[in-house]
C-alpha cells in the first residue's frame, strides 16, 4: 500500500514525540505495518531483518582518504518530528552528504532501462536524514546517497524542495495514524504481506478468509507451521539455571547441560529448581518466558514483560461489553463440547460394546451442544458446558481398551484432589495447557486478567481458562488416551498415592511433560484456515484471531475441530 503523501497536513500537538526516521520505511511499504510497529510496539525481526542489522555492523565500508566523516551519527529535529542513526556522513566536494546502505538491490527504470534508482522509501529515508543533518550541523545538504550492496552500486538522490515537502507530508500522516485508535485494514498486495516481517501478528490471509464465502475460502500459508524454539522443562532438584553468554546452563548433581538461548521458548521451572537473576534478564531481553510450576504441575508465576498499551485498551473496550463477551463464550463452549462429542463418537467407533454403553451419554452431549448455539445467556452456557462435561467423563472409560488395567480407570471426576490415577493424569496435563497458554497470551500482548467466560474468583487469570477450554481434548485427553491404551503408564512407578489423593511421581511427571511436548510438535490441518499447523503453533494462532474479534476482523476465533 502507497501512502497519500498529498492528505491535508495536521498540527502536532506540543507534547507528540518524535517518530524514528525508519518508520518513514514502513509508512510507504505498508500503513498496517507502519501502525502495528511503530503505535503498538508489536516488532518481529526475521532473517531479512538480521541480516540488514548485521550489514550495519558489519559491512559498512571505512574511507579510503583523509576527508571527514561521521559514522552511525544520532540526529534529531523538534520541528521536523523525527529522529534516527544516519549510517554515515561524510564531506564530498566541499559539501556533507547523507549516506543510507541496503543489503538489497536497486529499483531498475524498466525491464530494457537498467539505470538504477532508488526505492520510494529508501529515497525518502534518506532525504529526512539529510534534513536532520542538516539542522543539527547548521550546514546545508543537497545530496544524501544510498548504497545498495546486493547490486554494488551507488544512488544519489537530490535533496529539493519537492522531497523536503514528501518528507513533511509523510510526517504528518504518519503522525495522524499514531493518533488513530483502529489498526488500518489488511494491504490490497498480498505480495508485500509474503515479504513482510510482521505477517506472524498481522495474519493478513487469515484477515481475507473472513469475508470470503464458506467452500471458497483460499488456504492461509503465510503463518509459521512449526515452532521455532522449544520448552526448557527444569523438573530435577536440584538444580540451577544459569546464563554463560547467549546459552542457557542448567547445572544438577548430574553435570551440566548447555542450550543455546535461540533454541528456548520458555524455560518452567518445577519444585525446588532455581534459576538466577542474569538468566533471568537475559531471559526477558530475548523474550524467553520463565515460569514456576509446583510439583503437583499448579502453575505459581511466571516473569511478565510490559503489556502493550493499545492492545490491552482495545481488549479491555471490547470485554466490557456484554454481547462480546456472551458471543466469544457461546464459540467456546459450543466448540469444547463438540470436541468432546466427537472425541467419544471416533474413540468407540467399530467397538459396538462400547458405543452401546456412551450412547446415552452420547445423546445428552448431543442436546448440550444444540442448547449451548442457542444460549443467550452465561449461566445458560455454564450448564450445558456443565452437563456436557458430566456426561463425557461418564463415559471416559469407554475410550480406554480392555487392556487397560482398572487401577488407571475413572472412577468420576475429582480434581481438588485427584483421588484416582486417571484424573492425577488428566489434572497434570490440563495444568500444563494452562502454562502454555498464560505464556502465549502474554507473548502475545494481552491481558490475562481480563476475560469474557470465567469469572475472576480465584488467582487463576480467567482469559487463559476461558482460551484452554478449547484444547484440552486436542491437546491432553487424545494424547493421554492413546498412550494408556498402548501400555506406557505403570500403575505402581508412575505415581505416588496417598490416602485421599493420587500424585505423579518424578518418572510420570516426565513421561507426562514428554508426552505432553512430543504432541506440541505433531501437525494438524485446521480446518478454518485448511494451513497445517503443529498443535503448538495453533495455540498461537488461536489466541491471534481471539485478538481480531475486538480488532476489526471476527469470525475466525474457535472454528478449530476434530474431525
Not at 534518506?126 to 545538504?141: D, H, I, P, R, S
Not at 524542495?161 to 510526517?171: C, F, P, Y
Not at 523438573?235 to 547441560?257: I, N
Not at 448431543?366 to 449461566?379: T, Y
Amino acid at each position: 500500500m502507497t501512502a497519500n503523501l498529498d492528505s491535508n497536513d495536521t498540527v502536532a500537538a506540543p507534547e507528540e514525540p518524535p517518530i524514528r526516521v525508519m518508520a518513514l520505511h514502513a509508512l510507504l511499504y505498508c500503513e498496517r505495518l507502519f501502525y502495528l510497529e511503530e503505535v503498538e510496539g508489536l516488532y518481529e525481526a526475521d532473517e531479512r531483518v538480521y541480516a540488514g542489522r548485521r550489514l550495519h555492523e558489519e559491512r559498512v565500508p571505512k574511507l579510503d582518504d583523509d576527508s571527514r566523516e561521521l559514522r552511525s551519527f544520532e540526529v534529531s529535529s523538534e520541528s521536523l518530528g523525527l529522529f534516527g542513526k544516519v549510517d554515515a556522513a561524510r564531506i564530498r566536494d566541499g559539501d556533507w552528504v547523507a549516506y543510507e546502505h541496503k543489503k538489497g538491490r536497486c529499483k531498475r527504470v524498466s525491464s530494457s532501462d537498467k539505470t538504477p534508482m532508488a526505492w520510494p522509501s529508501d529515497r525518502l529515508q534518506v532525504a529526512a536524514y539529510a534534513m536532520l543533518l542538516e539542522e543539527q550541523l547548521g550546514q546545508t545538504v543537497t545530496q544524501g546517497r544510498i548504497r545498495y550492496h546486493q547490486d554494488n552500486v551507488t544512488v544519489r538522490v537530490p535533496i529539493d524542495d519537492l522531497i523536503r515537502a514528501e518528507v513533511r507530508a509523510a510526517v504528518e500522516m504518519m503522525r495522524r495514524l499514531r493518533r488513530s485508535g483502529d489498526r488500518p485494514p489488511v494491504s490490497d498486495n498480498e505480495k508485500l504481506c509474503r515479504r513482510c516481517s510482521l505477517r506472524v501478528i498481522c495474519l493478513p490471509e487469515e484477515e481475507r478468509i473472513t469475508v470470503q464465502p464458506e467452500g471458497a475460502r483460499d488456504r492461509a500459508t503465510l503463518f509459521p507451521s512449526r515452532r521455532d524454539r522449544r520448552t526448557l522443562h527444569v523438573t530435577t532438584v536440584p538444580a540451577t539455571v544459569k546464563r554463560s553468554a547467549r546459552q542457557l546452563h542448567v547445572e544438577t548433581d548430574e553435570g551440566t547441560k548447555k542450550i543455546p538461548m535461540e533454541q528456548v521458548d520458555a524455560v518452567v521451572l518445577y519444585g525446588g529448581a532455581q534459576i538466577t537473576s542474569q538468566a533471568i534478564a537475559a531471559c526477558v531481553h530475548e523474550k524467553v518466558a520463565v515460569q514456576w510450576v509446583t510439583t503437583g504441575g499448579r502453575v505459581t508465576g511466571m516473569v511478565e514483560t510490559p503489556g502493550r498499551v493499545r492492545q490491552r485498551i482495545r481488549q479491555y473496550t471490547a470485554l466490557t461489553q456484554s454481547d462480546i463477551c456472551l458471543q466469544l463464550a457461546r464459540v467456546t463452549v459450543v466448540a469444547k463440547i463438540q470436541f468432546q462429542l466427537q472425541y467419544l463418537l471416533r474413540g468407540t467407533r467399530g467397538n459396538e460394546i462400547a458405543r452401546a454403553a456412551a450412547q446415552a451419554d452420547i445423546e445428552m452431549i448431543r442436546r448440550a451442544v444444540s442448547r449451548a448455539e442457542k444460549s443467550e445467556s452465561l449461566d445458560s452456557l455454564r450448564g450445558e458446558e456443565g452437563i456436557a462435561a458430566r456426561h463425557y467423563f461418564s463415559s471416559f472409560n469407554q475410550l480406554l481398551s480392555d487392556r487397560v488395567a482398572a487401577s488407571l480407570r475413572m472412577n468420576g471426576r475429582t480434581k481438588h484432589p485427584p483421588r484416582d490415577r486417571l484424573n492425577c493424569l488428566l489434572s497434570y496435563g490440563y495444568s500444563m495447557i494452562f502454562g502454555l497458554v498464560q505464556r502465549t497470551i502474554l507473548a502475545i500482548g494481552l491481558e490475562p486478567a481480563f476475560g469474557y467466560f470465567h469469572q475472576p474468583r480465584t488467582t487463576a487469570p480467567p482469559l487463559v481458562m476461558d482460551v484452554m477450554e478449547l484444547f484440552r481434548t486436542l491437546l491432553w485427553e487424545m494424547p493421554l488416551v492413546g498412550s494408556l491404551n498402548r501400555g506406557q503408564w505403570d500403575e505402581t512407578s508412575d505415581f505416588e498415592i496417598y490416602p485421599g489423593h493420587v500424585w505423579l511421581s518424578d518418572e510420570g511427571r516426565k513421561k507426562a511433560i514428554t508426552l505432553f511436548e512430543t504432541r506440541l510438535t505433531e501437525s494438524y490441518r485446521h480446518p478454518y484456515t485448511d494451513q497445517s499447523l503443529e498443535y503448538g503453533r495453533m495455540v498461537e494462532l488461536e489466541l491471534r484471531l481471539l485478538e481480531k474479534e475486538w480488532s476489526g476482523s471476527s469470525g475466525a476465533f474457535g472454528q478449530l475441530r476434530i474431525r
